[in-house]
């Protein structure tokens, strides 16, 4: 059974570029709105997600700490080349690195 549909109204220039992406993809409009939707959807829960891990840092420094300890123990140490791309290793320095007196941007944020 086919699901329902309906109808929405879009801007002529917003219907042709969807047209031409599906041409592109070789699937139905329908498709690339979907997969357009997913993809928001997602953005807006890693959005959320880094909210709460901020929120978290903030208000609650000590259960950070005990969840980057946690983390640590069940993962190992974040290898460096997951961090940055390997080209830019050794040209940012991030923050848990420098020392007090250095000068240096913290670049990692």
């Known amino acids: 059974m086919k699901p329902k549909a309906t109808t929405i109204r879009v801007s002529v220039r917003t ?3 969807i047209a031409a992406l599906a041409k ?8 690339i709105i979907d997969q357009a939707i997913r ?3 997602k953005k807006h829960r890693w959005q959320r997600v ?6 978290t840092q903030k208000e609650d420094p000590q259960a950070w700490a005990d969840y980057l300890t946690e983390s640590e123990l069940v993962h190992g140490p974040r290898p460096r080349s997951t961090r940055i791309a390997p ?3 050794g040209l940012i320095t ?3 690195e420098r ?3 250095d000068p240096g941007r913290d670049l990692a944020r």
């Not at 592109?24 to 498709?31: F, I, S, V």
């Not at 880094?50 to 929120?55: D, K, N, S, T, Y």
């Open 99 to 101: 020392d007090e007196g």
């Open 24 to 31: 592109k993809a070789g699937e139905p409009m329908t498709a």
């Open 39 to 41: 993809e928001m959807e």
């Open 94 to 96: 991030f923050s848990e």
């Open 87 to 89: 080209e830019w290793e």
């Open 50 to 55: 880094a909210e709460q891990m901020e929120q």
């Open 15 to 17: 219907r042709d570029r």
